[in-house]
């Protein structure tokens, strides 16, 4: 027992004196700003700072020398970036046979790289910005994700016009603000299906190519997006999506401030017929973040909704609905933070045999430590329970222990 509590008291001495180096990203090195300028606690959630960095498009300029002339106004060179995450998995699946020489996660799995991106990002002009991701993992090839918003300010009013593309991070990929889980890449927790009910149905995943149209304010932000379940509309894959945005996606949020706490609260609404042969796809959303301080600490209090409207053919995991609550606490500023969460959820699949319903439960527990600003540790554990699982079932407990670096 004392050499538990050493340890302990070990780690949060090492914590306290952790160092704050300024983190080098692609918008990092256009801005001339540390990481911690746009993002709340830890990466990838987003301040206050870091929601209007984005909602200018991605064009704020520091420090950094401008190739300027008529009518044109970029960096003087292509900010670049790359980020590694490196993961340890282990759940109670079923593992390898003994002297097989592979691993499951059942048996405990390191999958170096999880993923291993490459971002360009920054200023095209004055009023308009891009991001592009590469990711060695992408099943579309070099190109994971893309998008250019163009900005139009008419003060106090932002529109803009977003045209995007990414394999995995959902109909919200186009445009938005929150960390719930709306949008797949921008989410506070790694355990993304424990943690958020955008994330267990699916509204907040998937291939998607769309246009989004975005009108933002102080009091909130509305985005308009056609889009499609293909990652490139002039070849979108046989049998796997079509190349027409036949597709509707609405996000409403309202952004007030209540005191010192900044809020968004919004609703997500998606529909249309999506694939080679047109499959309905519909889901609804509601999700509520506050961002304050408890006890001079930052506190980030998250709690999500969503639901399928159909069961059969959806384009989104079919059938599913649920509702979480989420905390995260930073213990020490900038350095760590532990969180936890619930969710609970109606899994819409078959039900095994051996069991009683479809219902899930799920325990989240979290912790990051940043040794840097862009370079992290996280550990998440998961405990799942409910009549969804045969009385012999496994998949009831996932535990993962990440690396995740910028640079």
């Known amino acids: 027992m004392k050499k538990i509590v050493l340890s302990i008291a070990g780690v949060m001495a090492a914590a306290a004196f952790a160092p704050e180096a300024s983190a080098v990203p692609s918008f990092a090195r256009q801005t001339g700003m540390a ?31 401008k190739v300027e002339g008529e009518h044109l106004s970029i960096p003087n060179v292509l900010n670049a970036s790359m980020l590694l995450k490196a993961r340890y998995v282990k759940d109670d699946t079923a593992g390898a046979l003994p002297g097989a020489n592979t691993n499951t996660t059942g048996n405990g799995q390191w999958q170096i790289p999880d993923e291993f991106s490459l971002f360009f990002g920054g200023r095209v002009a004055e009023n308009i910005g891009f991001m592009f991701e590469g990711n060695t993992a992408s099943p579309s090839g070099l190109v994971a994700g893309f998008k250019m918003p163009i900005v139009f300010d008419l003060g106090s009013a932002k529109l803009l016009a977003v045209p995007y593309l ?23 927790a790694e355990h993304r299906t424990d943690i958020s009910a955008q994330q267990f149905t699916g509204i907040g995943a998937g291939a998607t190519t769309g246009l989004a149209f975005v009108a933002i304010n102080d009091m909130g932000y509305i985005n308009f997006s056609k889009w499609t379940n293909a990652v490139n509309l002039a070849n979108p894959g046989a ?9 509707n996606y609405v996000r409403i949020s309202a952004t007030p401030t209540v005191g010192d706490w900044a809020m968004n609260i919004g609703a997500q609404f998606a529909s249309g ?7 309905p796809a519909r889901a609804t959303a509601l999700d509520f973040q506050a961002q304050g301080q408890a ?25 599913r609905k649920a509702w979480s609550l989420g905390a995260d606490y930073s213990v020490i500023p900038h350095v760590l933070h532990i969180g936890a969460a619930y969710l609970n959820g109606t899994t819409g699949a078959a039900i095994p045999a051996g069991a009683t319903g479809t219902n899930l439960d799920s325990i989240t527990v979290t912790a990051v430590y ?22 012999l079932a496994t998949g009831k407990q996932l535990t993962t222990f990440l690396l995740e670096a910028a640079w």
């Open 35 to 65: 990481c911690n300028a746009c993002h709340q606690q830890h990466y990838p959630v987003l301040n206050g700072f870091g929601q209007a960095f984005k909602a200018a498009g991605y064009t704020m300029m520091g420090a950094q020398e």
């Open 239 to 247: 049998g796997a999506a079509n190349n027409k945005l036949s597709g």
């Open 295 to 319: 006890a001079g600490k930052d506190l980030s209090v998250y709690a999500t909704y969503a639901k399928n409207d159909n069961t059969v053919g959806n384009y989104f995991a079919a059938g």
């Open 370 to 391: 940043d040794l840097t600003q862009n370079v992290a540790l996280h550990v998440n554990h998961s405990q799942r329970s409910g009549n969804s699982f045969a009385p």
């Open 166 to 188: 990414t394999d995995a991070l959902g109909v919200g990929y186009g445009f938005e603000q929150s960390s719930t889980g709306a949008v797949r890449g921008v989410r506070w």
């Open 273 to 279: 017929n999506v694939g080679a042969v047109p499959t």
